[in-house]
């Protein structure tokens, strides 16, 4: 009887789900067809590492190839992982790859006598031909609401849709500019595996107030957001600051959407009182997580032997490959979700579980992680990217202060000759006893402290 209640409960929750799909394509005409009649396809493969390596970006900056975020999403796809979010299980994948020296590099398809090659260059040259005006389709902002201090500019990202509009242009406004004032500049975004791009307008808060920021496109797709002016407080101030460098900062090799998503968890963090040595010590391993309301991927096609018990259970009673793999908490229906959260925690998180968010929380932190998704929606049923980056933080916070507050605390009753070595030391402790990812010891050394005090520098200005 519990199987088939689930079995119903899977197909509910299946109909609640919105999904997006989409296809590459030039003008509308696909060029896959075309391209797998080729007779050959030749690969080149990156130099083995040594097998020394525990890590795939150790191991990659080692034979000097990129290990950026957006680098090895490139990497994943070209070796069959098209869902990569920087999880341990795709990364001991990839790094097998690279040990035996069968990590692809690139591809690329011999025709015969060149007639394929002639023929996509024929495809290609018919759609340019034919290529028609393409309108935007939508423009949507990172935040719903935007926080600016008198006297001081925040930056607002804004995107369009789809990303080969004919005219991507936008024209900045303020309601009210006795409040707050904007100016808009064109940003190119950091290709992290979807091309689109990136918009930023800059608001100047006037006097303290509420008014709306408005971005406009020549087809009139318009998006608004709320803007609020406030007076600033030396506290205040110093968060905003360091948040704003956070945002606005290029060195760390982030893409957007990774630089946006530690900011605002810094901001809740740092707000709920939290040291900037201690919360860089949390961004430097939030780094190297996974991505804001992701769920784990149960793809394990190349390594079955390698999937977990727990997500083959997921696969064979709700569909988890289908409804909920590799997919993000803005495109699935929080309701029916908190449904299932209820029906695993009765059998105690005993069959299964799944992980979900940038630290890939899993059973009953799961469980609390959606609820406080709940908490941040405006309806109750969906939410967006910015609530669920701003829910983790609070999820983060909450974590730190309440069931680890040991980690925290390991880390506040030790000396430091420095704030530098504080940060670093904040990344290796949130590694070992709140992460706790594969080879861990190595990683709180070698990866997670390092980056934890270059992300403290950052927040200082230097």
Known sequence: MR?????????????????VSGIDSLAGVNLTSIEAQAADVHYTYFPKCNSRYTSFVDALDSIDVDSCMSSRVKIAALNGIHDYAGLASQDMILLDLLKKGKLVKSKYLKAEAGEISRNIQAVKAEANSNNATVSVSEIYAEENEITVYIGEMAPLYVHIKPYNASDKSLKWSSDN??????????EQNVNTGIVFNSYCGYIKGIREGKTYVKAKASNGQTISVLVKVEKKSETNTKIATMVARLRLNRSLGL???KKYAIASMAEVMLKDGYEPEFVA?????????GNVGQFESSNYAAYPQCKPKYLKYMDGEYDYARNFSGNNITKVSLVYLSQLMSQLESDNWNYGKFGLGCVQWTGSRTKTLVDIYLQYSDDGYFINLDQATKAEGKMLSNELSGNYSYVYNSWKNQHYTSKEQ???????????????????????????GPEARKVYRVMMGK
């Open 422 to 448: 504080a940060a670093f030391e904040a990344g290796k402790v949130v590694c070992i006893k709140y992460e706790v990812p594969s080879d861990r010891y190595y990683k709180a050394e070698h990866v997670r």
């Open 177 to 186: 500019t006795s409040i707050a004032q904007v100016q808009g500049t064109v």
């Open 255 to 257: 893409s957007e959407e």
């Open 281 to 289: 010590g949390v961004l430097g391993n939030i780094i190297h997580e």
């Open 3 to 19: 199987k088939i209640l689930r079995k119903i409960s899977t197909a509910i929750i299946a109909a609640s789900l919105i999904c």
